[in-house]
């Protein structure tokens, strides 16, 4: 079964702190890898694609890494900020037939920066 | 550009009424998805279209969920009749480049759905 693990469920960190969200997979064949940030209340943001090809995307302070051999990925936050505060969701495509049901999503990591 | 317009922001009705959901995609963009998101099942994809045509529907819970995409700059999500199960917040996306590659998505600021 394609599934899209995420961990840790919820994290709490001091602002200027870095962290690291994980996302595992079952998806196959893996087309490519998504990270989204969402808000509170706000629709999701993207913040990096990757393909099986890529094993780091970099957006600002937001740094994404790929391992398509152990299906795993991270997301690492740099000198975390308030705003950082938010879900973030990782989403894997199956192959590259691009139909809906390829689709799986993680149900999230939910950050909250403190000062 | 606006983004992605959806409206209206929130919706409250009473089961068994029909519902209908309208979706603005960014000028330009010629593929739309529209998704689901609840606290038990998170983000789900139901429907997406590539120049106006529905490419996979797979994603649609029930034939009570219908979607249409008559232009380039409208689409509409319809539920008749709704259940008290439908609430959730459902998003309309669009982006450039046809099917689910590594084109970037904007979301829409959601619709917030309940049904009584």
């Known amino acids: 079964k394609n599934q899209v693990e995420q961990s840790p469920q919820s994290l709490i960190i001091l602002e200027g702190k870095n962290c690291t969200l994980q996302?595992?997979?079952?998806?196959?064949?893996?087309?490519?890898l998504r990270w989204y940030k969402q808000d509170t209340g706000r629709g999701p943001v993207s913040l990096t694609i990757?393909?099986?090809?890529?094993n780091t995307k970099s957006n600002g302070r937001y740094t994404a890494t790929l391992d398509a051999d152990t299906k795993q990925s991270s997301l690492h936050i740099t000198a975390s900020q308030l705003s950082d505060s938010a879900s973030y969701i990782c989403?894997?495509?199956?192959?590259?037939?691009?139909?809906?049901?390829?689709?799986?999503f993680g149900t999230g990591t939910r950050l909250q920066v403190t000062l | 550009d606006a983004g992605v317009i959806q409206s209206p922001r929130h919706e409250v009705t009473e089961m068994g009424q029909e519902v209908t959901l309208r979706c603005k995609p960014i000028?330009?963009?010629?593929?739309l998805f529209w998704y689901r998101q609840t606290m038990m099942r998170g983000l789900e994809l139901l429907i997406y279209?590539?120049?106006?045509?529905?490419i996979d529907d797979s994603g649609m819970p029930e034939d009570r969920f219908s979607a249409k995409m008559p232009n380039a700059s409208f689409s509409t999500l319809k539920i008749q009749p709704s259940e008290p199960r439908d609430s959730a917040v459902y998003f309309c996306?669009?982006?450039w480049g046809p099917g689910l590659g590594r084109n970037e998505q904007f979301f829409g600021p959601g619709t917030r759905l309940t049904v009584l």
């Open positions: 989403v894997v495509t199956l192959g590259n037939t691009g139909t809906a049901s390829k689709l799986t």
């Open positions: 000028s330009g963009h010629n593929s």
């Open positions: 996302c595992n997979y079952t998806v196959s064949p893996f087309s490519n």
């Open positions: 990757m393909t099986f090809s890529e």
């Open positions: 279209f590539n120049n106006n045509v529905p």
């Open positions: 996306a669009s982006s």
